[in-house]
């Protein structure tokens, strides 16, 4: 009776623990990536009509890359025929981060909608915390409006970490005194070193007749469907903040030790 009672408790003990293993295996539940912000315009070509689009991707999870994003923009006319459709891959979406995008593409007829989606994500648990990931640091830009209509944007791009960037992709996102997005472009920079920032140039056009462009919102990041590259300079470790030595005498007793009894002031 006594043995039969233990091999029971036993066997209750290990159904525990298989239980509490299982509830701790399950992956955590990963949010999609949300489409924050979406704008398209078009504009009328010699050779038909130029469609283009400006985004912005944010990505919830603060321990993944969402990688391999596509994303997929389709104009329709005003009978809901298909006139334009484009097939955008898109950059890896860092973690906790968010993702400026911007595209161009020619129809032969006018859309009267564009709509833009994208397809879920890839996953892939990123080897450092989220504030490794650090900004690359954007200076001196300067919005020229052109007299076709066109804005040029220009600027310098440093890199905050050890190791150069092979190359990074520069966003510009164009908005209107209420902060509406209302356009946006791309270029691209290569071998990026610390301290020595080269300096973008590119052009958004096509922004619709009438907007008012107040500010503009510049964004740089590595490029490619993975976040390897990102992954890399933060593993390489960040340039200190501070590189110059003190040049004040030290203090003939630190102010900031407490005297225990029986010490020396």
């Known amino acids: 009776m006594i ?28 949010k999609p990536l949300t489409l924050k912000e979406q704008v398209s315009t078009t504009v009328k070509t010699a050779s038909g009509y130029a469609v283009a689009w400006a985004g912005v991707l944010t990505n919830a999870n603060p321990w993944h890359f969402g990688e391999h994003v596509v994303a997929t923009v389709v104009g329709r006319d005003a009978a809901g025929a298909e006139v334009v459709r484009m097939d955008q891959p898109l950059d890896a979406v860092p973690p906790g981060g968010s993702l400026p995008f911007s595209g161009q593409a020619s129809a032969s007829e006018k859309p009267a909608k564009v709509t833009i989606e994208y397809r879920p994500a890839q ?9 490794a990931f650090r900004q690359f640091p954007v200076s001196g830009v300067q919005t020229l409006k052109q007299k076709d209509g066109s804005y040029l944007i220009t600027g310098y791009v440093d890199n905050p970490y050890s190791l150069p960037a092979s190359s990074l992709v520069v966003n510009a996102l164009l908005r209107d005194a209420a902060g509406k997005l209302v356009g946006g472009g791309y270029a691209f ?19 619709p007749e009438g907007a ?54």
């Open 3 to 30: 043995l039969r009672s233990r091999t029971v408790t036993v066997l209750a003990l290990g159904a525990i623990f298989l239980t509490g293993c299982s509830t701790e295996a399950e992956p955590t539940q990963l």
């Open 189 to 207: 920079v290569d071998d990026v070193r610390a301290g020595e920032p080269p300096r973008f140039i590119l052009t958004v056009e096509g922004l």
């Open 212 to 265: 008012r462009v107040a500010r503009t919102e510049v964004v740089a990041r590595t490029w490619g469907s993975t976040g390897r590259p990102y992954e890399e300079l933060a593993l390489g470790g960040a340039v200190p903040v501070h590189t110059v030595l003190p040049t004040t005498e030290p203090f003939a007793v630190d102010r900031g030790r407490t005297v225990l009894p029986g010490d020396k002031p």
């Open 123 to 131: 996953w892939r648990p990123a080897a450092r915390i989220a504030s």
